[in-house]
């Protein structure tokens, strides 16, 4: 008797229940993450998770790029920082008073600040990728890197926003209902964002755009044969990522009270891409592993010794030799041998 071909959905279903299962735990994780800091006397721990959050939000939308797209961007910093300086800017001009570009442009609300400094760096971002896009491989991330530092240095020169001495925000931006000066409530928020744009991301790569992003980074001459206009699709990806930079800025400027040109600088993007190499690239949770795994290793050995990079970078050179596909490869393995 001739055996029945297995259906794909039927063999997609367990893989989609088994990832469905490890954002669940994610989830419990971290909701019970702060409570659980506050019962071993580690406070200070809500505060790490919530830096982890932002970082994990911009190095999955460098993850859009590099991970889907096959684009490694230097650049990602510029977006991150434009975000923060639009929420200190807006900040600075609410307190003073003093008219931006000649009109009332000031604020301290959150429903303003973040979209205003999602749709700033998403123009920037169209603006020089659609620059950048022109060039492939090496030269596409030395121009990246170019137009990062040129950003960098501008906001090294505005002495009227502090210039390398960065800018204070007095206040995180306010939120009706919601008292952001609180750092569990502030915590509740970035978790609450980032989880909304991974919905955002899963439901992008999942769709006809995201299997064209793949196609690309596989063969972007095979695509272009195929009637395909890579250009428009990389232009759009480069945008969706600058913004979702630009929303991680804006959140780590409310988190830390102070923005400064350093968060533009290529060292920042170098972490952005490590992040999404070592959870792994390509991945929808990669990146949050990459984030959590990097913090995580900076703040312990950072609390034994001041010599921590010494320790900090044979470790992770280890992790992303041995874990195929990044600590999610990792624990994919893990879950395979506790199923075996």
Not at 284 to 301: D, K, N, R, T, V
Request: charged fraction near 10%; proline fraction near 4%.
């Amino acid at each position: 008797m001739a055996e029945t071909a297995p259906n794909p959905t039927q063999r997609s279903k367990p893989k989609n229940v088994r990832s469905r299962l490890l954002l669940a735990q994610l989830l419990v994780i971290l909701v019970v993450l702060p409570y659980l800091a506050n019962l071993i006397g580690q406070p200070a721990l809500t505060s790490l998770a919530t830096r982890i959050i932002i970082l994990a939000i911009a190095a999955a939308s460098l993850n859009l790029i590099m991970g889907y797209a096959g684009l490694a961007s230097f650049g990602h910093a510029a977006w991150y920082g434009i975000g923060a300086y639009v929420v200190g800017i807006l900040y600075r001009h609410s307190v003073s008073g003093d008219p931006l570009f000649g009109l009332p442009l000031g604020a301290d609300q959150l429903l303003i600040t973040l979209p205003a400094a999602i749709i700033v760096a998403g123009l920037f971002a169209a603006v020089f990728g659609a620059l950048a896009l022109r060039t492939s491989g090496v030269q596409f991330i030395m121009i990246t890197l170019a137009f990062a530092q040129m950003i960098f240095f501008f906001f090294v020169a505005l002495k009227a926003y502090g210039g390398d001495d960065g800018l204070i925000i007095r206040r995180r931006n306010a939120l009706p209902f919601l008292d952001t000066r609180d750092g569990l409530t502030f915590y509740w928020i970035c978790l609450t964002v980032a989880v909304v744009w991974y919905a955002i991301l899963s439901r992008i790569v999942g769709s006809r755009f995201g299997r064209v992003l793949e196609g690309i980074r596989q063969s972007e001459r095979r695509m272009a044969a195929m009637g395909v206009r890579t250009y428009g699709y990389k232009l759009v990806a480069c945008i969706i990522s600058g913004m979702g930079a630009g929303l991680a800025g804006a959140l780590m400027a409310n988190h830390m009270r102070f923005v400064s040109p350093d968060m533009m600088h290529w060292t920042q993007s170098g972490e952005f891409m490590f992040m999404v190499i070592l959870g792994g690239s390509g991945t929808l949770l990669g990146p949050a592993f990459g984030a959590a795994g990097l913090i995580g290793l900076e703040s312990l050995l950072a609390a034994w010794t001041e010599n921590w990079q010494v320790i900090l970078g044979p470790l992770l050179v280890l992790a992303i030799l041995f874990t195929r596909g990044g600590l999610s490869g990792l624990a994919r393995m893990i879950r395979g041998g506790a199923r075996g």
